[in-house]
């Protein structure tokens, strides 16, 4: 099976953030993704290309050296993605001060 490259990063994105609403149709396309998820976009298409390339071996020893990498890159997207993926990054926050009551 065939499978665009384009088609790889846009799953990569949709994993990353399942609300996104992102289709990747030219090289020149902007991604628009925080800066920390960056090497986790990269880990997500090396995880598929290695397994690809795990699929396509003739020769089992690098089919299987493959799918270790592929296994090893799996881990650190799904690490990324919990660590940085849900984490709110707007400013509306602020410091919170308790002060107490000044009955006079």
Known sequence: MVVNKFDII???IQA???SAEFVLRDSNDDIDIDNTMHLALVDYV???LYMDKAGTAVDPNIGAAALQMSNM???NFDEAVIRYGMRKRDKTGGS???KSVSLL
Do not use: G, Q
């Open 96 to 98: 919170r001060v308790l």
């Open 73 to 75: 890159h799996k881990r």
């Open 46 to 48: 090396k995880k598929c």
């Open 10 to 12: 846009t799953k990569a």
């Open 16 to 18: 990353i953030n399942p």
